[in-house]
């Protein structure tokens, strides 16, 4: 009679799990709709509940980025935006220009082919300030080329007796440093028109609430 070995025992092996297949319909659909639109695309995505998380992760990981790089671009320009001793300008000329005269003198001085290395130089100084998109590097760039009571007095066009901003040496200076800047370098001109189209026509509406003093707070009885 033969003796038994022992051993230790080894457990049945089981199949491996189903590979999913790559065609493998959602199990629930869910539409995306994304707050930023890098390119053509529908309003709405079509996903799953998980795709809808990633996305909507990804999208939240862009807007911080952007607010970083909106926060660098304003440190920088607190410390570059205001020319500096080489950019040799008018004294009269100071940012935000807040007359007419010195619009004028500043248009005199962009049209000045002399002065096209200190053009230059403003250029990259407006460059350097804050935004997050082209809308509000173009308005962030307005407002510091001019105050609320100046820039109401022009308009796009120029209708209504008011100055055309589309006929300015300033209007290709605006261009230039939104472009020039990092986060809208690929800015088209049709897209700064209609930025500064829009702040342009608010203009007399920002004023206005600036002349506006503040609720006066009755005393303690």
Not at 36 to 65: H, V, Y
């Amino acid at each position: 009679m033969q003796g038994v070995t022992q051993g230790t025992a080894v457990p049945p092996q089981l199949p491996p799990p189903p590979v999913p297949a790559l065609n493998m319909q959602p199990s629930s659909s869910l539409a995306y709709r994304p707050t930023w639109q890098g390119g053509r695309m529908a309003d709405t995505i079509p996903c799953s509940a998980a795709e809808f998380q990633i996305l909507s992760l990804l999208e939240t990981i862009k807007n911080q980025n952007d607010q970083l790089t909106a926060k660098v671009n304003l440190l920088t320009s607190r410390m570059n935006s205001t020319p500096g001793p080489d950019v040799e300008m008018p004294d009269s000329i100071q940012f935000p220009l807040e007359q007419l005269e010195a619009v004028e003198e500043f248009e005199q001085f962009l049209k000045e082919p002399s002065n096209g290395p200190a053009r230059q130089r403003v250029i990259s100084s407006l460059a350097n300030i804050g935004g997050q998109d082209v809308k509000r590097v173009t308005w962030n760039i307005l407002g510091r080329l001019f105050t609320d009571e100046v820039s109401h007095q022009f308009n796009w066009k120029g209708v209504n007796n008011k100055k055309p901003f589309s006929r300015m040496a300033t209007k290709t200076l605006l261009f230039s440093a939104v472009r020039k800047n990092v986060v809208t370098r690929s800015a088209t001109d049709a897209e700064v028109t209609k930025h500064a189209i829009r702040w342009l026509n608010l203009a007399a509406d920002r004023a206005a609430r600036r002349r506006v003093p503040p609720p006066s707070t009755p005393p303690p009885e």
